[in-house]
């Protein structure tokens, strides 16, 4: 029979032992605890349709990711006297019947955000209200509870990163020790008829697993995030003198940050805890850099983000969205596929989107060329369609995050200077002279002298051919002129801006579609006179 007091405690993120608020107070004065795990097959089931290997929802780096950080934290449990209970099915319907079936008396879980976790917990809440089962919901994937901060600013989410700042101070728990250590947890109680799975392989969910050189350099798990932040934290003077504009994108033998960002995105590490280590590093050094750019100022960017995420309705849209611009993105699924598909004619820019398909994982500042590249340097194509790209691709996307370093980088909100473009050329040479990165991800280029490897289309037919590389045939020409369509890019901007400016932001769908009819009539007396010049030459 069930016990009288057992507590079910449900994993979604929150992957680790340490710091784990919900996974104490279900283990506190139960006699047992079931801790769940459920496999939504939306999320993990192969999509044959999508793009690239994984499910609807995600790439596989990120679903083998997720996977080796259960195998992770059933093995922690297990060292504890317990196990991980993993279950398949919808997530709510499956809860539902464990609370039933094994007389629940304590719901315990992380609180999440995110909208898909926001309705899904609603649903969940409401059968435990209605069952009398007591519900325990901590904020411990955050610093600091979004909904306080907003309330704070009269229940308007802040905006720009200083008055965030300014208003969060310090968190509340930071004065008290995280409880770090748990030396045992309340045995598994009877799970009666429902059917218990082990943690998957990726082979058993239907995918073919690739070989071990080919997949992501980053596995997945507490006991892999502590690893790498001792390591990190060994280094005190690099903790110290950390600054986020810094660092070398093309680094990739060694990553120029600490890629915590999975670690951090799973809750397999977390952020109070690593805030807190931070915080001791500080005291024992003479001076260390300050936010926005040090390490600290990186945990309180995500937590601007989660913030303003969680205040803005639909965050994750243009349309709809008050904080956002209203910009008539070009509608260009050819271009889409060319970024992608790493086609574009730009080596930088494709090793980056190589990078991305491989590990599910680049540096920042790459991040950002390819994001400027897509919107409002080069191709002029929507946000959302490139956010989609990184949200199924990255082993660390985050809904809140992922959402708002698109609206920045494309000038869509936040960050508005759009004369500033990352060149695709230039950027990355002076990081990378001898395009050691290129060669790595692109090794087709391989062979080309450095002075054509950032623009290979340039060197002569003589030097393609030597170097095995005919540009045309075994890599694309560029699909733009980075020149004339970053002039083209910034033109449409500033009429973007002008319309949002006048309307004062409330900007129909006539008035885009109007804009974009303009833009196009300009574009063509423009380029007119440029094809009847060539015409001429030719």
Request: charged share 25%.
């Amino acid at each position: 029979m069930p016990s009288a007091s057992s507590s079910l405690m449900w994993f979604r993120k929150g992957l680790r032992i340490h710091d784990n608020p919900a996974l104490e107070y279900a283990s506190r004065g139960s006699t047992c605890v079931y801790p769940l795990f459920v496999i939504d097959p939306h999320y993990m089931e192969p999509d044959p349709n999508a793009f690239s290997p994984g499910s609807t929802r995600a790439g596989i780096n990120r679903i083998r990711f997720l996977l080796e950080s259960l195998t992770d934290l059933d093995l922690s449990l297990k060292r504890l006297g317990s196990r991980l209970l993993v279950l398949k099915g919808e997530p709510s319907e499956v809860l539902i019947r464990c609370l039933k079936e094994w007389d629940v008396k304590k719901l315990c879980f992380e609180y999440d955000t995110d909208p898909y976790y926001q309705a899904l917990d609603n649903k969940v809440k409401n059968y435990a209200s209605s069952a009398g089962i007591e519900v325990f919901s901590p904020v411990s994937h955050t610093l600091f509870n979004p909904a306080d901060i907003i309330e704070k600013n009269g229940g308007r989410p802040p905006v720009s990163y200083r008055s965030f700042v300014k208003l969060a101070g310090e968190p509340l728990w930071a004065s008290s020790p995280l409880l770090v250590d748990i030396s045992s947890i309340p045995p598994v109680g009877d799970v009666g008829s429902c059917e218990i799975l082990q943690v998957p392989k990726l082979k058993e969910l239907g995918y073919v697993e690739k070989d071990k050189n080919d997949v992501t350099p980053f596995r997945g798990g507490e006991s892999e995030a502590l690893r790498r932040l001792r390591e990190s934290l060994g280094n005190k003077e690099w903790v110290a003198n950390f600054e986020k504009p810094k660092g070398d994108p093309s680094a990739y033998r060694k990553p120029a940050t600490t890629v915590l960002s999975p670690y951090l995105k799973f809750g397999c590490l977390s952020s109070r805890y690593f805030y807190q280590c931070l915080v001791d590093v500080y005291k024992n050094v003479k001076r260390h850099t300050s936010p926005p750019v040090s390490l600290v100022g990186q945990l309180l960017w995500r937590e601007f983000f989660y913030t303003v995420a969680f205040g803005t309705p639909k965050f994750d849209k243009m349309k709809g969205n008050k904080i956002c611009k209203q910009i008539p993105w070009n509608d260009d699924d050819e271009l889409l596929a060319a970024w992608r598909e790493a086609r574009t004619g730009y080596p930088w820019i494709d090793a980056i989107m190589v990078q991305l398909r491989e590990w599910g994982w680049m540096h920042h500042l790459a991040r950002h060329c390819v994001a400027c590249f897509l919107t409002r340097g080069d191709m002029f194509v929507h946000w959302e369609k490139g956010r989609d790209v990184f949200e199924r691709l990255l082993i660390d996307s985050d809904w809140a995050i992922n959402n708002g370093n698109w609206l920045w980088l494309s000038c869509s909100s936040f960050f508005y200077q759009y004369n500033r473009i990352y060149s695709p050329i230039s950027f990355g040479r002076k990081y990378d002279p001898n395009g050691n990165y290129i060669r790595h991800f692109l090794p087709i280029l391989k062979d080309m002298p450095k002075e054509y490897i950032y623009e290979p289309w340039t060197a002569p037919l003589s030097v393609q051919t030597k170097a095995n590389c005919i540009i045309g045939r075994d890599y694309p020409k560029p699909v733009v002129s980075h020149d004339s369509a970053s002039k083209e890019c910034r033109r449409k901007m500033g009429e973007a801006y002008a319309l949002n400016q006048k309307l004062k932001g409330l900007v129909g769908e006539e008035d885009l579609k109007k804009l974009r009819r303009k833009l196009d009539e300009d574009e063509d007396q423009e380029t007119k006179p440029r094809r009847q010049r060539q015409k001429l030459i030719n």
